[in-house]
């Protein structure tokens, strides 16, 4: 099962570069990049503690675009993202490939809203230096939607993204306590970014 999740993920990229390769009157591709304001779920240090909830931080994401259509349009993207919760005084940082499938309409002049799934793929997570190999799944599925701006090559957008699937990372962390501990990564977060068309 994990092996067809990645192979989906690894299609959707190719067709993200297919798309692009044959873009027509009205489509464009580019690069993109921006801020991420984010947190993940619950930290349980041990099975019978209460949950810790986390506090957001600034992360950053860059990656490709491409566009097809105008006034209604589908946006594939393929974006690197690093994001930082807080849990007291440990930190829980993700490293990510997203891929967003969007579908958008402009509404009125350069404004536009836009919605769709988006494939996430976790390459690293560490917790207060510790490398955490046990992820639930390494793909997974979430939500982004929002609205953005576009003035020629130029493109600004602000967007929601929250995860699906439940998905934890579960580890023994020696200097708090001998028990499982537990994080669960889906993201939540607000994402600001800025495009420029090629």
């Known amino acids: 099962m994990k092996n067809l999740k990645k192979a989906t993920f690894f299609a959707v990229i190719l067709a993200f570069i297919g798309l692009n390769a044959n873009a027509q009157k009205g489509s464009s591709f580019g690069f993109k990049g921006g801020l991420n304001y984010s947190a993940n779920g619950d930290y349980f240090e041990s099975i ?19 566009k097809i259509g105008n006034q209604l349009y589908f946006r594939p993207e393929l974006v690197y993202t690093a994001t930082k919760s807080d849990y007291d005084s440990n930190a829980f940082n993700v490293k990510k490939i997203d891929a967003p499938l969007l579908v958008g309409i402009k509404v009125l002049g350069p404004l536009s809203v836009f919605g769709g799934p988006s494939l996430q793929y976790i390459l690293d997570t560490d917790f207060e230096g510790i490398d955490i190999d046990n992820i639930e799944d390494d793909f997974s599925v979430g939500l982004n939607f929002g609205i953005g701006l576009n003035f020629n ?14 998905n934890e990372a579960s580890f023994i962390n020696n200097n708090i306590t001998t028990d499982l501990s537990r ?3 889906r993201p939540d977060q ?5 495009s420029i068309a090629l």
Do not use: C
């Not at 209460?50 to 994401?61: E, F, L, S």
């Not at 090559?153 to 439940?166: Q, S, W």
């Open 48 to 66: 019978g503690d209460n949950a810790k909830n986390p506090d957001r931080n600034i992360g950053y994401h860059i990656g490709l675009f491409g």
């Open 153 to 166: 090559k130029i493109g600004i957008d602000l967007r929601y993204e929250r995860g699906f699937n439940e």
């Open 190 to 194: 607000l994402i600001l970014s800025l």
């Open 183 to 185: 994080i669960d990564t």
